[in-house]
């Protein structure tokens, strides 16, 4: 079973539109943290915005949120007032474990976003 | 931010050559670092855990003999892609988790090589 499941191989917004970005992850590791990254043509991965598995809020940077539904094991992005600049392809990712290890990541298959004027 | 570097960019190699990779860390030092690979239109694939001073640790499925990685100090790791050939060809990432921190700042992604082999 894959452990991080993105369900929009693209998506077509219009600018200043919200939008959101789905992924779903599987886990049976209490603790966990869970990554958004945003990776433009260039190949670079932007970190965006991070949920660990115990924070009981959900996280915010800027424009980016995460809408962290522990129990359906759902952390979807959102993006607020989209840009130009946020085409992108977005990547969901967990790590498994206090991060106290030395964990890689698991990335889901992406989203390719598409911002219209 | 912290700042990690990847030298090359873009390398271009024969078929049976070899090529190595450099992952650095500019300003903080990086006792666990990263190897990821990414096929053109795919995700990333974690290929191998690297701890300064220590065997790497491979992901299922990744040949040890064919990805040589050396994190030496605390600041350096390297790829070596040995006997190269087409199937290669892919965008290597590397990342290196600062110890002195976490949460999501943990992990600090390089800009990627893209290794071609002809």
């Known amino acids: 079973a894959q452990k991080i499941t993105q369900t929009q191989p693209g998506m077509f917004v219009q600018e200043k539109e919200a939008v959101t970005l789905d992924c779903t992850y599987d886990t049976s590791d209490p603790s966990y943290g869970l990554f958004w990254y945003k990776q433009p043509s260039s190949g670079e991965m932007i970190f965006l915005i991070y949920?660990?598995?115990?924070?009981?809020q959900n996280a915010t940077e800027g424009r980016y949120s995460l809408n962290f539904q522990k129990a359906r094991k759902s952390a979807n992005l959102v993006i607020s007032a989209s840009q130009l600049g946020d085409s992108a392809m977005y990547f969901c990712a967990m790590r498994e474990g206090g991060g106290g290890g030395a964990d890689g990541l698991t990335f889901g298959k992406g989203t390719h976003l598409i911002i219209q004027p | 931010g912290a700042v990690v570097s990847q030298h090359p960019s873009r390398v271009i190699c024969k078929s049976g050559t070899s090529v190595k990779i450099e992952c650095r860390s500019l300003d903080f030092q990086a006792t666990t670092m990263f190897w990821y690979r990414q096929f053109p239109k795919q995700s990333l694939m974690l290929m191998a855990t690297?701890?300064?001073?220590?065997?790497?640790?491979?992901e299922q499925g990744v040949e040890k003999d064919k990805f040589l990685i050396n994190h030496a100090s605390l600041t350096l790791s390297t790829l070596t892609v040995t006997s190269a050939h087409p199937e290669d060809s892919s965008f290597y990432i590397c990342?290196?988790?600062?110890?002195?921190?976490?949460?999501?700042?943990?992990?600090?992604f390089g800009p990627g090589t893209r290794l071609t082999v002809t």
């Open positions: 690297s701890n300064e001073g220590s065997k790497a640790t491979y």
């Open positions: 949920q660990g598995s115990y924070d009981q």
């Open positions: 990342s290196a988790r600062d110890a002195g921190t976490s949460g999501g700042y943990e992990q600090y």
